[in-house]
């Protein structure tokens, strides 16, 4: 099986930087995604991470780090629309690549 | 538009009464997968199917049902609902189960079984 954690809430100020962090564990690392989702909406992709070292894509970068079951999301510059739930997803390859997510991020991002 | 539609966006219904709520994507997916998401527990698959006809279990499958008897329809089948089933559902679907593939989302169903 796998476990995922991240934290549950955080708030941060605009035009900040802030660093969502999530740590797993998993039998058949086969990959990582970062989701964001607004209340109430479908999720939607940011992110793929399936080795070691950073990812930028814009205001939003990822990193993972595979020996240490860890992997965070950085958004930079933060504008009032970032705030948003963000869902860290792994997928187990000794499981049939199933994803299992985690519980998510809620991040508010304040004036 | 690319996309994953789901039917009906809201419901109140009543313990008993059976209920679907459909799932149909225009891309080829191959993949589709079903979901409910509670406070504090984050996307739990309910059931997932890699082509057609060929469905599994996921984590939390019991008092649901699935069928995939065409590539572009998924539906989620309730035959005897009951007020722990209230929740938020989406559908996903992405071109496989593969390395890199992103799940394209449905706009989600919310569920209220009184």
């Known amino acids: 099986g796998q476990n995922i954690d991240q934290p549950t809430e955080m708030t941060a100020t605009e035009g900040a930087i802030v660093q969502i962090n999530c740590t797993y564990q998993?039998?058949?690392?086969?990959?990582l995604f970062w989701y964001q989702q607004h209340a109430g909406e479908a999720p939607t992709f940011l992110s793929y991470?399936?080795?070691?070292g950073l990812e930028e894509k814009g205001r939003f970068s990822s990193f993972l780090s595979r020996s240490k079951g860890y992997s965070y999301l950085l958004l930079k510059e933060l504008q009032m629309k970032d705030s948003a739930s963000y869902l860290c997803?792994?997928?187990?390859?000794?499981?049939?690549?199933?994803?299992?997510f985690g519980g998510g991020t809620r991040v508010l991002v304040k004036p | 538009e690319a996309q994953v539609t789901q039917n009906p966006r809201y419901l109140i219904t009543v313990t008993g009464k059976k209920l679907t709520v459909t799932c149909s994507q225009n891309?080829?997916?191959?993949?589709m997968s079903w979901y409910r998401q509670d406070p504090g527990l984050g996307l739990r698959q309910i059931y997932y199917s890699m082509n057609v006809e060929v469905t599994d279990k996921g984590d939390v499958p019991e008092g649901y049902k699935v069928s995939r008897k065409e590539k572009r329809n998924f539906p989620l089948i309730l035959e005897s609902p009951s007020p722990n089933q209230t929740s938020l559902y989406f559908c996903?679907?992405?071109?496989?189960?593969?390395?890199?593939?992103?799940?394209?989302f449905g706009d989600g169903t919310r569920l209220s079984i009184l």
């Open positions: 998993t039998s058949g690392f086969n990959g």
């Open positions: 991470n399936v080795l070691d």
């Open positions: 891309m080829n997916h191959e993949y």
């Open positions: 996903a679907s992405s071109p496989d189960r593969g390395l890199g593939q992103p799940q394209h």
């Open positions: 997803a792994v997928r187990d390859g000794a499981a049939g690549n199933k994803l299992t």
